[in-house]
């Protein structure tokens, strides 16, 4: 019959510190790697998008009426603007005119249900359009 310090068990205080170090360790990567972003979270296509997609979309489908683009969403862009699609109609909000230099430097854009009249809704596009 073999003994306990031949099977290669670890000491329980031994390895309680192991545990403790590894959970420290992963702890403070998950810091750093959640700190590194460029401070501009809410300045990105995606994140602009989000927020006009929010401000347009009741109960699921986006309204006409309703496209803004919030305040605060310039931020350090030159110009914002939000085009809604849909059924060869456009509606669009944010600044009218895009500034000197022409296209856009970034876009995105998202397929969405538009109401394009009372109890009608299409398939339409939300796109974001942002010069920086």
Do not use: F, Q
Not at 76 to 81: C, G, K, L, N, S
Not at 85 to 103: C, I, K, V
Not at 107 to 115: H, K, L, N, Q
């Amino acid at each position: 019959m073999s003994r306990l310090s031949d099977r290669g068990w670890a000491d329980p205080v031994a390895a309680l510190v192991a545990l403790t170090a590894l959970s420290a360790g992963v702890t403070m990567y998950v810091g750093v790697l959640h700190g590194a972003d460029d401070g501009r979270s809410d300045d990105r296509p995606a994140d602009i998008l989000d927020r006009v997609h929010d401000a347009t979309v009741d109960d699921g489908v986006a309204k006409p009426a309703n496209l803004t683009v919030p305040a605060g969403v310039i931020g350090e862009h030159r110009a914002v603007r939000a085009r809604l699609s849909a059924r060869e109609r456009r509606w669009t909000a944010g600044d009218p005119r895009p500034p000197e230099g022409g296209a856009p430097t970034h876009t995105a854009r998202r397929s969405i249900p538009v109401r394009t009249a009372p109890g009608e809704n299409s398939s339409g596009t939300l796109r974001v359009a942002v010069w920086t």
